[in-house]
């Protein structure tokens, strides 16, 4: 009994902590504006079965592909097992599901069992990977101090809870072996019933100790694993899947227009003679300065991030030296919600730090780096788009501050004044091709 309430506490503990970060992170990426992404369910939920659940570009290194689909799959379907753990701790039973499986449930928990085994060598590998091998989108600046410490955190802490899964299987069995009363009978699992054999001499009273510790010490780290998710890049295990389903449809090299901008322009192209209409409607604003200019696709995007690096491993800009890294980028603008998250439960206005993200997140040289050639949209695994940011912040500085390099203004100016990029007027566009 004295489990069971302290279970039902710390259970009850667990999830409002959760539920309390989760209305945090859906507040903040509410705070952007409206965005599409209702049109075509059916190639929706395709992507979404492709790229999130199938993890569909991961594949082009099949290797770290397959190691990260253990991990995957074991977040996925051991985590079933945690299911029946908490039913257990709730009504003070023991391995409840066992007699509504009969035969199957051996199986089922042998077969968990496997794949805990592949989720430690993939844990292990990766690792080493991070931390030993000198891979360069692990090892760039972007990714130092927190955000390097995060992938080591997570991996431990996986190794740590198949480690549980695995004693409390073991001892589990052998007191089963031993005949202790509130041990159901379950038969061996495919891989704790090996390991019982070295523990099966030991005295039950030692085996309950151990037993129990790795019980609650396994739901404790799920638990604490829960709660840390919301702090981490890990978020994307659940964030994947509406990223993936709310992605853009449109071609890559496709950029949304503004229908203000080509008003605009059509005023600029009219006919000669024809007098420009007034307009009634209000002064649009161009671009986007802080996070409430963005959509909540962008922001759902930043909290979406694996920071894999593979955006910036493709960026051309990046592997030549320059400030731009479309890791950053997104990191930065998951920053500046956390920041405006932070303002709006103390009361205050969302910029009432007087901090935006363009120019105190995210800086006018790393915009202009971006050649807008689409590599970190196409090699992102989660259908996130860093570009479509850049693009709008860029949008801002030029069209609502005139912040433009040199070059960039007198092609502006050319075009508004001849309606071409070149300084001769737009009759004379041919006269190079006459001879």
């Given at each position: 009994?004295?489990?069971?309430?302290?279970?039902?506490?710390?259970?009850?503990?667990?999830?409002?902590?959760?539920?309390?970060?989760?209305?945090?992170?859906?507040?903040?990426?509410?705070?952007g504006?409206?965005?599409?992404?209702r049109?075509?369910?059916?190639?929706?939920?395709k992507?979404?079965?492709?790229?999130?659940?199938?993890?569909?570009?991961?594949?082009?290194?099949?290797?770290?592909?397959?190691?990260?689909?253990?991990?995957?799959?074991?977040?996925?379907?051991?985590?079933?097992?945690?299911?029946?753990?908490?039913?257990?701790?709730?009504?003070?039973?023991?391995?409840?599901?066992?007699?509504?499986?009969?035969?199957?449930?051996?199986?089922?928990?042998?077969?968990?069992?496997?794949l805990?085994?592949?989720?430690?060598?993939?844990?292990?590998?990766?690792?080493?990977?991070?931390?030993?091998?000198?891979?360069?989108?692990?090892?760039?600046?972007?990714?130092?101090?927190?955000?390097?410490?995060?992938?080591?955190?997570?991996l431990?802490?996986?190794?740590?809870?198949?480690?549980?899964?695995?004693?409390?299987?073991?001892?589990?069995?052998?007191?089963?072996?031993?005949?202790?009363?509130?041990?159901r009978?379950?038969?061996?699992?495919?891989?704790?019933?090996?390991?019982?054999?070295?523990?099966?001499?030991?005295?039950?009273?030692?085996?309950?100790?151990?037993?129990?510790?790795?019980?609650?010490?396994h739901?404790?780290?799920?638990?604490?694993?829960?709660?840390?998710?919301?702090?981490?890049?890990?978020?994307?295990?659940?964030?994947?899947?509406?990223?993936?389903?709310?992605?853009?449809?449109?071609?890559?090299?496709?950029m949304?227009n503004m229908?203000?901008?080509?008003?605009?322009?059509?005023?600029?192209?009219?006919?000669?003679g024809q007098?420009?209409?007034?307009?009634?409607?209000?002064?649009?604003?161009?671009?986007a300065?802080?996070?409430?200019?963005?959509?909540?696709?962008?922001?759902?995007?930043?909290?979406?991030?694996?920071?894999?690096?593979?955006?910036?491993?493709?960026c051309?800009?990046?592997?030549?030296?320059?400030?731009?890294?479309?890791?950053k980028?997104?990191?930065?603008?998951?920053?500046?919600?956390?920041?405006?998250?932070?303002?709006?439960?103390?009361?205050?206005?969302?910029?009432?730090?007087?901090?935006?993200?363009?120019?105190?997140?995210?800086?006018?040289?790393?915009?202009?780096?971006c050649?807008?050639?689409?590599?970190?949209?196409?090699?992102?695994?989660?259908?996130?788009?860093?570009?479509?940011?850049?693009?709008?912040?860029?949008?801002?500085?030029?069209m609502?501050?005139?912040?433009?390099?040199?070059?960039?203004q007198?092609?502006?100016?050319?075009?508004?004044?001849?309606?071409?990029?070149?300084?001769?007027?737009?009759?004379?566009?041919?006269?190079?091709?006459?001879?």
């Open positions: 009994m004295i489990q069971q309430i302290l279970f039902i506490l710390v259970t009850a503990l667990a999830v409002t902590l959760f539920v309390r970060k989760v209305r945090f992170i859906r507040r903040n990426i509410l705070l504006s409206r965005d599409s992404g049109d075509h369910p059916g190639l929706r939920w992507n979404t079965l492709l790229l999130a659940l199938g993890q569909k570009k991961m594949f082009r290194n099949p290797l770290v592909a397959v190691l990260h689909l253990f991990i995957y799959a074991g977040f996925l379907i051991i985590n079933l097992e945690i299911l029946e753990i908490i039913l257990d701790g709730l009504t003070g039973s023991h391995r409840m599901f066992a007699p509504l499986l009969g035969r199957l449930y051996p199986v089922l928990i042998g077969c968990f069992e496997v805990a085994v592949l989720v430690l060598v993939a844990c292990v590998v990766f690792l080493i990977r991070r931390n030993l091998l000198r891979i360069r989108r692990f090892r760039s600046g972007d990714l130092q101090g927190w955000p390097r410490s995060d992938a080591n955190y997570i431990i802490t996986e190794i740590a809870l198949m480690c549980f899964f695995l004693t409390l299987n073991t001892t589990d069995h052998a007191l089963q072996l031993q005949g202790v009363a509130h041990y009978q379950t038969g061996a699992f495919w891989v704790s019933g090996l390991l019982s054999r070295w523990v099966a001499h030991w005295p039950s009273t030692r085996l309950i100790v151990w037993e129990r510790s790795a019980w609650w010490l739901i404790l780290g799920i638990f604490a694993f829960l709660n840390y998710l919301p702090f981490s890049k890990h978020l994307h295990i659940l964030l994947a899947f509406p990223n993936a389903y709310y992605g853009r449809l449109v071609p890559p090299g496709q949304d229908p203000e901008v080509a008003q605009e322009v059509s005023l600029i192209f009219q006919q000669q007098e420009p209409q007034a307009s009634t409607s209000p002064q649009p604003k161009f671009g300065r802080d996070i409430g200019d963005l959509s909540w696709k962008n922001l759902l995007d930043a909290y979406s991030c694996t920071e894999c690096g593979r955006c910036s491993a493709a051309p800009a990046t592997q030549t030296g320059k400030q731009l890294s479309p890791r980028i997104m990191m930065d603008t998951r920053d500046r919600m956390e920041a405006v998250g932070r303002n709006l439960d103390r009361g205050k206005n969302a910029g009432a730090d007087g901090k935006f993200l363009l120019g105190d997140y995210i800086s006018e040289e790393e915009l202009r780096a050649t807008t050639c689409n590599a970190c949209v196409q090699e992102c695994p989660v259908s996130i788009s860093p570009l479509d940011i850049i693009l709008q912040l860029r949008r801002y500085l030029v609502e501050e005139s912040r433009a390099p040199q070059e960039w007198m092609m502006f100016n050319n075009i508004e004044n001849n309606q071409a990029p070149w300084k001769f007027p737009a009759s004379g566009r041919a006269d190079w091709a006459k001879s």
